[in-house]
């Protein structure tokens, strides 16, 4: 059984103190920035620079950019201290105006890098000499020379190239092994006569499977397990607000792809791939509304989605909930006016320690500090948690500091609920939750405040009610034996106290014996001293659950010691009837004749008291006690005792 319900929070505000507000789009700290004025424009933007790339070697970290003459390297490890390593340049096998594309990755402790215009190659650069030096180690155009962008399957060790030629001719995708990382091999390449692909403009690839940016085309989904026999896996070709399919970056866990379209006005596009067979868009980010914006490329850590944005430069943010992203951070790196052209942010890149790189076209290098993903945590206690059935439980949630309380909207599923707001300053959210039966529940709490949504999942088990335990010996009120053997069938419990009592309308305040055991439904007891010749006392077994005690029915206990063991009935052997009686109550003796009879209430104060000349039967007039539970105590002419349990019930 699963219930939905869904509860708006309206919190009332102690004076002075204001609401939880979100937290507003911050402006990351510029750590350094670098640029090189000396450097030759291109004659259609007037740019300099291209694309930029992260690489981690030997403890430090360093910042890789591209220009129109080559490639810079630069040790950002101890920025604001931002370092140009003047040794490490690398000359482009293509330079000058007309050089506006520059694409490189890295794979070990190699670059690899190609350029979109001129008589260009392939080149490899070996950084292991890092911050001295770096080392070209192949330089060649047997397989490329001009291509726009590429990507490394680490997984697989595959180089990826697009959008490209070779002296062989054009080629959407090209791709060659890196088993050999300082000597590249031709695999294979598409079109081919087996397989089409249109024009590839950028790529993703995780694992032989590849996310194709193919322009005006759209997104193409193709395994390349077999690289002789690819499989087309799907296509997006028509989605809201689709543009020039230009560049994107996976999720994760796979399920979302984070796509730009190079359009002005074309907001970037979370979309849904874990179905090939129906991937769709299914949120949007944009870096505001003017017409002007376009996002070029996309980057995702640590749940952070990082983009250049042309004119409105640095921009990041949170993914973590795909559904809803919420910008976190920006900083327009070009000062120049907005326009329907392509100037300003190229290519960014987060740093495994926080510090964020962006190219801009115009400016060249900015080194910024971490961007602070906002805290939207919703922590519980342990994942598994345990409630009685016909109780309420509490299940207390301290959330994360970006929580807008004013109003939050509350989901849970698994069991009804009410909710509270225990603390609204404290960020605790408390959860009244009403156990519907017993079993284990996963109970999901699902947070949306207008802006983000976030879940927390635990499972509830919820223990039945106390079961009282039944008691089966002593059989009869009498015993004979001030060590009488106590037996009770369990229950809900594995946790029983033996209790005995002087009186039953004071249980609490005259108890006589009580003993706990652990796993065992049987108890003997030494009752010297507590059990008295003649004098009814009352006892009960008490079990324990994580839910409460429960108690069994409370039953007499008398001790008859008077008749011997050799006597074929130590007592009286009465037959009562009827009982429960109406009216009238016959007590009748099959073993001797009766000298005294008396009908005494539980708490031992006598409402009949017969005494006569010995007789086998005596009728007791009960048509004016109230009805309820009573007991029977008859002697006969022997001195020997019996103590019976009766049930008044005048009915109609």
Known sequence: MSFSVRLLLLVLLVPGTGLRVLAQVQTPD????????????????????????????GGREYAIIGSTEGIHFVDVTEAPECSVLTDAWVAGAAQGSNLIHRDFKHYQHYLYAVADEGASTLQVIDMSGLPNSTTVVYDDD??????????????????????????????????????????PAMITSYPNSNFYLPYVHDLYVRNDTAWLNCGNSGLYVVDFTDPLEPVLLGTMTDYPGAGYNHSGWLSDDGHYYFLCDETHGSPVKVVDVSDFTDMHVVATMAAGTADSRIAHNALLRDEVLYVSYYYDGFQAWDVSDPLHPLHIAAYDTYPGADGFSYKGAWGVFPLPSGKNLLSDMQSGLYVFGPVTKPDYAILGPDANWTACAGQSTELALSLGAAWQWASLDVSLEGLSANAVLADSLAGTLTLQLAPA???QWAVTVTLWDGVHQSSWTGTLTVVPEPEAPQPVAPPSAVVTTAMPTFEWVAGSADSFTLIIFADTANLAGSVLFSQTVA???????????ILEEGVPVWWLVRAYTPCGPADSEVRPLVLDTQTGLSDPHPSPRLRLFPNPAHDQLVVRCETASLIAVALHTVDGRPMIVHQSRPAREVRLDVSRLPEGVYFLKATDVRGRTALRRVIIAHGP
């Open 519 to 529: 796993g065992a439904t049987q108890l003997s007891p030494d009752l010297s001293g």
């Open 30 to 57: 510029l750590l350094c920035h670098w640029q090189d004025s000396t450097l030759t424009p291109t004659s259609w933007l007037h740019s300099r620079y291209n694309e930029v790339w992260g690489v981690a070697l």
């Open 142 to 183: 047997e397989y490329v020379r001009t291509a726009h962008n590429l990507f490394i399957d680490t997984l697989t060790a595959k180089l990826y190239l697009c959008g490209g030629n070779s002296p062989t001719g054009g080629f959407a995708v090209r791709i060659l092994s890196l088993a050999d990382p300082e000597d």
């Open 437 to 439: 039966a017993a079993g």
